[in-house]
Structures are given as structure tokens and as C-alpha cells.
């Protein structure tokens, strides 16, 4: 918009957006690069009430307002910020800061004009008069005949001395106008063709002056305003202070006693700089704050992160409890934290209990008060795909061409929506309606202006993040404390075998971090041996670093293989055996080999990952020079820098993988030595099919799950015995509100019956059906008594088992291919076979991979994928697979589905009829031939039946016996 309004000649521009003036900062900015004047508007909806027997009564109309000065700036958020519409008496206390236009064709008075009502706008423009004096106009803009009849009128009416010349431009130029044409109708929910716009494209200065050459003393007021409203947009020119008055470094060293002991030269240094760092850039207050917020939090006993990014870097945040991780352990640098050269505000993110975060916030708008905190707003944008479905739906196109394309792509990156950042809070020096305007109508506010905008301000911006997986090991910690008083997750041991062991076998379902696939493989690659392994694997499962994991590995594999032109190289990247593998261990090398200070070994690092040719050539001389002086041969200089500019590209912040390390490592060591209770805190809120991962994996490791059940369950899942017992709400449909009254009721009394269970809580039909096939009332007679009590037909026993799968995610009171497992060994022919539930499945090139919930355990398995063809195989089918054992995987050669089979004792005789009948009921049930006491045999897909009683019949004249073997 700016670089169009130069284009046509303009040397100012205003904005003024409809109740918002989240646009602000991107003007200032844009206006300033582009060297034209901005003008700081709003479009605001206001309520104008009855004021005479002849005015019609209120109405809602839009009002636009322009600030004269910083100070007015103040009081136009002031006004935005209030509840929309406000009323016209609001605007009295605001009016003396503003100029106010009368909201052209969208304003009252154009209504009143375009309706003829001439005498109540001039008793409405009187009202204005009360209220602005001399510094309200009538907004002058027309894109229609009827609009510049009523401007004219107007005009006429009020004089031109009161009008202003202006344009609502609401498109740069005309082949814009489908664009918002197309908006419009998504907007409204209607057809293209029902949409009906009439705004122009933006008008050149030369045709807006011709356009108002009849209102000269209009266009002159125009002029009169651009030099009345122009200022630049208010910055904060301090960070806000600290309530009282506390010495930063005395906290610090009083910390610095708890955390160290006595002092070493080594900390006592690194204390001393990034205090004077601190200081000289002016941040004392800052890191009070952020101190003052995290002591707060675990003084209620709110779950606080051990630290996030590189705010872990600083020993200061260390010893003021912001952060857990010792920087001087982990070899951490405090300039990829704070670089004095950077001139940018310290970022600090702070994980919370995810249950609790609400008690932080409401803390933070207390201590430093509502005026001054709030949260801050953020912008959904209209993504690709979106673009090209408005596109499509509007013009009826099924295929795009390049006119279609290019409307999408003007779509694409548009603002569509207001929302609250995750997790940013602003805290301000002065009020915040100083520098943006807030949304108050909620319990905390929300700023108008997204991050970026607060950050050009300067305003002091914290991410106060909610993580589910302190509240986990919060919940899992309290128990174990149950049984275990002194046990406490600070202080477990970071070496312990049997977590690096589980870890190694890629177990970490339900470890933050550590979940996907991905990382389950990298686990079993890597088989990390120390925390620091665990950390570097963090880094390095990453798209960009994932290629160095092999070199890594031959380099942990033999160490003294790997060549080092350098002690310092060794020193540096020795615990990542030879590769950078973080973005410390860049600005190490930048400031110890290549002789740069460590702000321009950062700077380095921030040019490499920018790909800022020109700053990176600059620092490069620095850093060859650096490097040959402290003994490397040119060629292993460059060489080196090459490395250097080859790896920073995607190192990964080790302060923050190692904070992230911590957590996994937590999380790890309570799945390894307290697995009941892990489990159950993490199947928490889960229920039917969303605990299947869960069931799944505490079968794989042997953990016993038992089913839920109204005498023994509580309403969530709680460890028993070896195992879990799985809570009420496990069962989809019965939900929490109802599995806390079956057990607030029991403590009344154990249930004697189903009868009495339903005489005791008033529970609804479905609600009863899902605790039978749930088997929570198993204790209470059998299920299909049950369903007969409920008048619910009786069903055989593979649909109760479906059933039961179907609300707890799991066949948890009988396995699926038990029943099977005698007839499966008789067709087997001497081949392995694993027999149940596919688990996983796979297909890549001719094979199929996979996994089978065989009773015995999960197997994987491979196939032809030939197979498949013969038989749909997917996730969750039933089925057995035959083959040969090559270790633990099953080299599958055919496949045979669990499900009703029909088995025959053929007479020799009979055999061509059989053929006959079995050909005219074509079906997917399987036929298998008895030919003898122990020899069955399968017969090819193509000779399987439909079954039903009239192919019974048949069979019998044929066959000595038939069965149809239903083992459920």
C-alpha cells in the first residue's frame, strides 16, 4: 500500500482500520522506509443515540479519528481499547487529542444525507460541534452517483470550510477488485455473483486532486490534517522497573553462595562480565522479573522447566532460580544468549505447569498492574491451499491457470483472523495504551499489535509457556513421593543404566521430545550412553544434521581416529567426537582459534544462518587471520573456516538441547523404574480408541493392564499391583462426570448387582451399555445377562471383543488369536506363524513391513507384496502370517485371516460336486480340507464361500462333516 501510494505521487498516507489499530508498527515502518509521511488513524464504530423527537432514534455508524502528537496517539488507543460501539458521549474525554472525520459514505451523517434527512444532520453535525470544535470534518468520498450527490449536499449544508477530501480506498489498483470480491463473498457466505461492490482502485494525487478540484477549501484541509497529525509512532524508551528497590548483583551472589559453595576464579569471571553486560545494557530490571515470576511459581509449587533457549546460557539466571542447567557445566556461552553488538532485547521463555499457567499470569497482572501487562495478539493469514479453495469456489474452476494462480497468490499471506499468542505477555513501564491499543472485554487484555510490532517498540515481551509434560512428571513425582517420601526429580542420578539401557531400545513412547518415529530409530542408532549423548541426539535429529549421525557414530566408534589440526578443536568439539554439532561450540571456535571476541564470534554464527554474504566475507578474513596466529597453517585455517560455515547452518542451541535433554532424561528414568505409574499418568484423559498407543505399548514392555471395573477403578487410571487398573473414564462414552458418581456412590457401599448399580446412580442407557461391553461390570454377572437386562440382542463372542476394543483401544480380556492358535498350528505345514492384530504396517517397494500382536508378543514381520493382492492387509486386521523365523523377524510367506472358517471332511467320491457348489457361493469365508487326522488344507482364495444355511445343506451331500469354526 505505501510503495503504491509514492508510486502515485502521494507524500503522506493514513490508516484507519476498521476498530483495530494492529496495522500501525508495519506502517511506521513501511512509511519510513518508503520516505513518505504516515498518518495514525482509526475506523471506529460508535452508537448514536436518540436525540430529538424528530431524529429517527440511534444508530451505529463508523466514526474515523486521526491523533494529533504522541500524547494524542495515547488517548486514540485509549479509545480503541474501550468496548465496541462506544458511545457518542464516550468520545468527549478523547476529543480534545483528536482530529474526527465524519466516516464518509460508512458515517451517519452520509446515511441522514443519502435518505434526504437534511435536518437531523445538521442537528447530528451540532452534536460534533459540542464535541470537536473545530477539529472534526465531513469526510468527503464518493464511489457512486447517490454518494457524491450526498457529499455535495453535504457540503452545501455545513459549508466547505468543515469538509475534508478523502478517499476510502479499499484496493491499490483494478485488478484488485476480484480479489475482494472474492474475500467479500467468503466473508458473507455467498455466491460470487451476489456480491456487489463499488469501491474504486486507489486514486494518483493528480486524480485525487481533480476528482476534488470543486472543493478546494476540502482539499486544503487535507493538507491541514497531514500537518497536524504527523508524529512518529511512540517508542518505550526503558524497560519497566522492579517494584522495589533490589540490588540485581546482590541477589545474584546470594544465589551464586546456594548454587557454587565458595566461588572458583573461573565463575567469579563469568559472574562479573555478564553482570557488567547486564547492567550496561540497561537489564537489571528485566532479569528481576523474570526471577520474581519463576519464584513465584515454585513457591506455590507450580512445575517450572529447567529452562528454554539460550537464556540457560547465563550463570545470572542460574543463580537467580530462572533457569536449572549450569551454563559452566555444559560449556554454555552467555553471548548466544546477550550480545552487546546484537542490540536486541534478551529473550527468556519460561515453561509452567500446563494446568497452572493460569496462576502465573493472573500473578504477573497483579504485581506489575493491568495497565501495564497483557497478552499479546497475533494474526492467522490465509495459507496456499486455503487461497486456491476460495479461488476455486468463487470462480467455479476445477483447474487453475495463471490468472487463477495470480489471484491466489495475492490471497495468500493476507490476514484472516485475531488471535492471542500461545504463550507472549507484554509488561510495560508506562500504561500500555502509551503504545498499543488492547482488546479489555476479557479476564486478561490482549494487545492489538503481534509481537513483531511490541518488539519494534521496544516493549518487554516474555513467553510464558503452559508444557503437559511438567504437570506429567509433577503428577508421576507426587506419586512415587507416596511410597518414596524423599524421592524428588532434582536430584536423580544423570547416569543411571537402566534408563540409558531403556532409551537404547528406542522405548520412548510417552517421552517428551523423544516420541516420533524418527527418534525412536535415531535411539536405536545412536544407543545414547551419557547425557550429553542424549543431548547431542536432540541436535542432531533434525532435517539438516540428521546426515552427520553417521560420521558421528564411526567417530564415538574410534575416537583416536578422528583428526584434530589443533588441541583447541579437540577441546571444543571432543564431546561431539569431532563435529559442531551446536552453535556454542561455533562461537568457541570463532573466539578461541580465530581470534574474534566472542559478540563477533556470535555475530558470526548469526551471519552463516542468515546467509549474509557480505558479513560473513568480512568476518571471514578476521577469522583466517585469527586462526593462522594461533598456529594453524593457512590451508587448515580456511579449510577449518569452510567447516565452520558448512556446519553453523543448522547447529542447534545447545542450551536449550540440553535443557530439553533434562526433561526427556526425567521423563526416561520414571518410565524405567516406576513404569505403573508413568503409564497411568500418561493415559490421564485418554479414553477408547485414543489410549490404543498406550494398551500397546504397555503390552510390548509386559505391563499387565486390567480392565476397568465399578469396584475397583477409581475415575481415572491408577497404578495396581505390576500393573495399571484402568480407570471408568477409560471407557469411551461413559465420560468423567459420570465415572465420578459410580465411585462416590460405591463408598456407600460395594454394588450387589447390575440392578442395584442402576437403582443407585441414575445413569442413561448408553452410558450402562458402554460399562458392560466395557467389562466394568463384569463382577456383576456376565455380559450377555447384561445386555439381556438392557433388552439389547445377545451378541457371539468376536463382537463382544470388537466391542470392548472399540471403547478401551484394546482386546484386553481375551486376545483375538488365542482361540486360534491350535487350529493355525494344524494348517501351518511346519512353518512359524504369528497370529492377532497387525500393529504396524508398511509398504516400501516390492515389501511389506510390519508388526503382529502375537499372544506371545509383538512380532515384526515381513511379505511379498504380492500377498496384499491376495488379501487386504491394513493396520488392525486380523490375521496370521506364515513363514520362517530370521532372528526375531518373521520372513512371511503367506497370510491367513482370523474369522469364521469353514473346515469339510470331503468324500473322495464327491469331490468334482464340492468344486461345483463351492463355485456357485462365492464369498470371503476360508475353506479348509480334512484330509486327515492332522493334515488340513487351505484352499486358494478363489474357492472360499459366502455362508449361509442353504450352502450347509448342500455341503452335507458331499462331505463326510462340516463345521464352521467360529472359536469367539
Known amino acids: 500500500m505505501v510503495r503504491r501510494a509514492r508510486e502515485l505521487g502521494y507524500d503522506a498516507i493514513g490508516l484507519t482500520d476498521h476498530n483495530t489499530t494492529g496495522g500501525h508498527v508495519e506502517l511506521a515502518r513501511e512509511c519510513q522506509a518508503q520516505g513518505i509521511t504516515p498518518l495514525f488513524g482509526l475506523e471506529l ?22 491523533a494529533k502528537s504522541p500524547e494524542g496517539y495515547s488517548h486514540l488507543l485509549r479509545l480503541c481499547s474501550l468496548t465496541q460501539p462506544v458511545s457518542l458521549r464516550q468520545l468527549a474525554e478523547f476529543a480534545p487529542h483528536l482530529v474526527m472525520l465524519s466516516g464518509g459514505a460508512r458515517g451517519r451523517l452520509y446515511a441522514l444525507a443519502l435518505e ?18 473545530d477539529h472534526w470534518f465531513v469526510q468527503l468520498e464518493w464511489d457512486t452517483p447517490a454518494q457524491q450527490q450526498a457529499a455535495q449536499g453535504l457540503a452545501a449544508l455545513l459549508g466547505e470550510g468543515r469538509c475534508v477530501a478523502g478517499q476510502n480506498a479499499c484496493i491499490l489498483q483494478q485488478e484488485d477488485r476480484l480479489v475482494l470480491e472474492i474475500l467479500s463473498a467468503a466473508q458473507q457466505g455467498v455466491s460470487l455473483h451476489e456480491v456487489s461492490l463499488t469501491a474504486r482502485p486507489l486514486l494518483s494525487q493528480k486524480e485525487f486532486v481533480q476528482e476534488f478540484s470543486r472543493f478546494p477549501q476540502a482539499l486544503e484541509n487535507t493538507r491541514r490534517i497531514q500537518e497536524l497529525c504527523s508524529f512518529e509512532l511512540p517508542k518505550q524508551g526503558g524497560l519497566p522497573s522492579f517494584p522495589e528497590d533490589v540490588s540485581l548483583e546482590e541477589e545474584v551472589r546470594i544465589g551464586a553462595a546456594e548454587r557454587y559453595g565458595s566461588l572458583s576464579p573461573e565463575v567469579e569471571e563469568r559472574l562479573s562480565h555478564e553482570l557488567e553486560v547486564i547492567q550496561e545494557m540497561g537489564l537489571a530490571d528485566y532479569f528481576l522479573i523474570v526471577a520474581d515470576i519463576v519464584r513465584f511459581a515454585k513457591q506455590q509449587g507450580i512445575p517450572v522447566g529447567p529452562g528454554r533457549g539460550s537464556a540457560a546460557s547465563s550463570v ?3 543463580c537467580l532460580g530462572i533457569t536449572s542447567v549450569d551454563p559452566m557445566e555444559y560449556g554454555l556461552v552467555f553471548e548466544r544468549f546477550l550480545n552487546r553488538a546484537r542490540h536486541t532485547l534478551p529473550d527468556i521463555d519460561l515453561d509452567f505447569c500446563y494446568v497452572r499457567r493460569g496462576e502465573v499470569l493472573d500473578y504477573v497482572q497483579r504485581r506489575f498492574g493491568r495497565e501495564h501487562v497483557a497478552l499479546i495478539g497475533t494474526y492467522g493469514t490465509f495459507g496456499e491451499k486455503t487461497a486456491e479453495t476460495m479461488v476455486r469456489g468463487a470462480l467455479q474452476v476445477k483447474a487453475l491457470g495463471a490468472k487463477e494462480k495470480a489471484l491466489v497468490g495475492k490471497i495468500a499471506g493476507l490476514k484472516r483472523h485475531f488471535s492471542t499468542h500461545a504463550s507472549g505477555v507484554v509488561i ?20 492489538h499489535g503481534d509481537m513483531h510490532a511490541l518488539e519494534w517498540q521496544g516493549l518487554l515481551k516474555i513467553d510464558l509457556l503452559g508444557l503437559r509434560t511438567l504437570t506429567f512428571l509433577k503428577h508421576i513425582e507426587e506419586q512415587v513421593k507416596g511410597s518414596q517420601p524423599r524421592f ?39 544407543q ?22 553417521p560420521t558421528y557414530l564411526a567417530n564415538r566408534a574410534a575416537p583416536e581416529k578422528v583428526h584434530y589440526a589443533h588441541p583447541v578443536l579437540k577441546e571444543i568439539l571432543g564431546e561431539t567426537y569431532g563435529l559442531a554439532v551446536y552453535q556454542e561450540q561455533v562461537i568457541q571456535l570463532g573466539h578461541r582459534l580465530g581470534g574474534m571476541s566472542r559478540n563477533e564470534a556470535d555475530l558470526l554464527r548469526i551471519a552463516i544462518s542468515k546467509k549474509d554474504g557480505s558479513l560473513i566475507n568480512q568476518l571471514a578474513e578476521t577469522f583466517i587471520r585469527g586462526c593462522e596466529e594461533n598456529g594453524l597453517s593457512p590451508k587448515d585455517a580456511r579449510n577449518l573456516f569452510a567447516a565452520v560455515r558448512r556446519f553453523a547452518g543448522y547447529a542447534f542451541n545447545k542450551s536449550h538441547s540440553v535443557c530439553y535433554a533434562l526433561i526427556s532424561y526425567r521423563a526416561a528414568y520414571l518410565k524405567a523404574h516406576y513404569p505403573q505409574a508413568f503409564f497411568a499418568a500418561l493415559m490421564a484423559g485418554h479414553s477408547g480408541s485414543s489410549l490404543e498407543p498406550y494398551l500397546r505399548e504397555c503390552r510390548r514392555l509386559g505391563i499387565p493392564v486390567y480392565l476397568p471395573d465399578v469396584h475397583m477403578s477409581e475415575v481415572s487410571h491408577r497404578p495396581e499391583g505390576e500393573g495399571i487398573r484402568l480407570g471408568l473414564s477409560a471407557i469411551k462414552h461413559v465420560g468423567e462426570a459420570a465415572a465420578q458418581r459410580i465411585v462416590a456412590e460405591r463408598s456407600q457401599g460395594a454394588y450387589r448387582s447390575f440392578q442395584d448399580l442402576r437403582q443407585r446412580v441414575d445413569l442413561p442407557k448408553h452410558t450402562l451399555q458402554a460399562l458392560v461391553q466395557g467389562g466394568a461390570v463384569d463382577s456383576l454377572g456376565g455380559r450377555q445377562a447384561l445386555y439381556g437386562q438392557l433388552g439389547l440382542e445377545p451378541s457371539d463372542g468376536f463382537s463382544r471383543l470388537t466391542a470392548e476394543r472399540d471403547l478401551l483401544g484394546a482386546y484386553l480380556s481375551e486376545h483375538p488369536g488365542q482361540p486360534f492358535m491350535a487350529f493355525l498350528r494344524q494348517i501351518s505345514g511346519g512353518l512359524a506363524f504369528a497370529a492377532g492384530e497387525i500393529s504396524k504396517f508398511r509398504e516400501s517397494g516390492g515389501m511389506i513391513t510390519g508388526e503382529i500382536d502375537d499372544p506371545s508378543g509383538f512380532v515384526e514381520f515381513t511379505l511379498p507384496r504380492s500377498v496384499k ?71 486358494p482364495q478363489t474357492y472360499w464361500v459366502k455362508w449361509q444355511p442353504s450352502l450347509e445343506e448342500e455341503l452335507q451331500e458331499c462331505c463326510r462333516a462340516v463345521q464352521l469354526f467360529e472359536p469367539w
Not at 464504530?45 to 486521526?66: C, I, K, N, S, Y
Not at 464327491?910 to 492332522?934: K, M
Open 116 to 133: 434526504g434527512r437534511w435536518g437531523e444532520a445538521k442537528e447530528l453535525a451540532q452534536e460534533y460541534d459540542a464535541l470537536f470544535g
Open 869 to 939: 493382492g491376495e488379501l487386504p492387509l491394513r493396520e488392525r486386521s486380523l490375521a496370521a502370517v506364515f513363514g520362517t523365523m530370521d532372528g526375531t523377524v518373521l520372513r512371511g510367506q503367506r497370510v491367513f485371516p482370523l474369522k469364521p472358517t469353514v473346515i469339510l471332511v470331503p468324500k473322495e467320491e464327491s469331490l468334482a460336486l464340492l468344486q461345483e457348489i463351492i463355485a456357485r457361493h462365492q464369498g470371503d469365508v476360508p475353506v479348509v480340507l480334512r484330509l486327515g487326522r492332522e493334515i488340513l488344507h487351505i484352499l
Open 488 to 526: 524428588g526429580l532434582e536430584s536423580i542420578s544423570l547416569d543411571d543404566e537402566k534408563t540409558f539401557a531403556l532409551l537404547s531400545r528406542g522405548e520412548s513412547v510417552g517421552i517428551f521430545q523423544l516420541e516420533s518415529e524418527l527418534f525412536q530409530d535415531l535411539l536405536k542408532r545412536m
Open 316 to 318: 545470572v539466571a542460574y
Open 45 to 66: 464504530d460508535v452508537a448514536h443515540p436518540a436525540g430529538t423527537p424528530r431524529r429517527a432514534g440511534g444508530a451505529q455508524a463508523r466514526l474515523t479519528f486521526f
Open 428 to 447: 510495560s513501564a508506562q500504561p500500555l495504551t502509551c503504545y498499543q491499543a488492547v482488546r479489555a472485554d476479557r479476564h486478561m487484555p490482549v494487545t
Open 528 to 549: 545414547p550412553r551419557s547425557f550429553a549423548e542424549l543431548a547431542a541426539l536432540l541436535a542432531l535429529g533434525r532435517p539438516g544434521p540428521l546426515s552427520l549421525v
